[in-house]
T-cell receptor
Framework: DGGITQSPKYLFRKEGQNVTLSCEQN?????MYWYRQDPGQGLRLIYY???????QKGDIAEGYSVSREKKESFPLTVTSAQKNPTAFYLC?????????????FGPGTRLTVL | KQEVTQIPAALSVPEGENLVLNCSFT??????LQWFRQDPGKGLTSLLL?????REQTSGRLNASLDKSSGRSTLYIAASQPGDSATYLC????????FGPGTRLSVLP
């Protein structure tokens, strides 16, 4: 059963804590992406990775960090430096840049800072 | 910088109507355009992908068109059903995906 999984579905964090959101895909996609979605706004790109051991900042990378040690996995850490982390986080995967690049999304993680 | 807009922001129609959702983008140098559906609290489901060399794509009751030169795409939904109620987003792919804010569709029984 191919697809993208994200965990946990809901996450609560106290101010000052770092938290890590998991994203795994078994679609054999090279590229993976992290987006943030806020109410009434479109998706905004946080980080993306086109290949293992390489990643680039998106439009709103401040306060976030990622790693890409395996093709299947692209975890996102929300650090204490992120001023307003409460949001819905979506992970996606797809082909490489400049190719037939249909994106597929996971079910999302809703992060709430208490 | 690429910007994507969607009109209308929200739409409410009776069941059975045919409807059109609009997506506009400012930079025509795109590789493809993708339409998604998002149900409340869920991830995005891919509906249709149109390559830059294509004019349209069809899947069941959905038809999406692309006019790169004018920076427009439309999503046509035929014979709408209450199950079509969701937010519809378009995204254009250049160096990265840029998403529109979405159109929230309600189909009333």
């Amino acid at each position: 059963d191919g697809g993208i999984t994200q965990s946990p579905k809901y996450l609560f964090r106290k101010e000052g804590q770092n938290v890590t959101l998991s994203c795994e895909q078994n679609l054999n996609h090279d590229a993976m992406y992290w987006y943030r979605q806020d109410p009434g706004q479109g998706l905004r790109l946080i980080y993306y990775s086109q290949i293992v051991n390489d990643f680039q900042k998106g439009d709103i990378a401040e306060g976030y960090s990622v790693s890409r040690e395996k093709k299947e996995s692209f975890p996102l850490t929300v650090t204490s430096a992120q001023k307003n982390p409460t949001a819905f986080y979506l992970c996606a995967s797809g082909g490489r840049t400049n190719s037939h690049n249909e994106q597929f999304f996971g079910p999302g993680t809703r992060l709430t800072v208490l | 910088k690429q910007e994507v807009t969607q009109i209308p922001a929200a739409l409410s129609v009776p069941e059975g109507e045919n409807l059109v959702l609009n997506c506009s983008f400012t930079d025509s140098a795109i590789y493809n355009l993708q339409w998604f559906r998002q149900d409340p609290g869920k991830g995005l489901t891919s509906l249709l992908l149109i390559q830059s060399s294509q004019r349209e794509q069809t899947s069941g009751r959905l038809n999406a068109s692309l006019d790169k030169s004018s920076g427009r795409s439309t999503l046509y939904i035929a014979a709408s059903q209450p199950g079509d109620s969701a937010t519809y987003l378009c995204a254009v792919w250049a160096q990265n995906f840029v998403f529109g804010p979405g159109t929230r569709l309600s189909v009333l029984p």
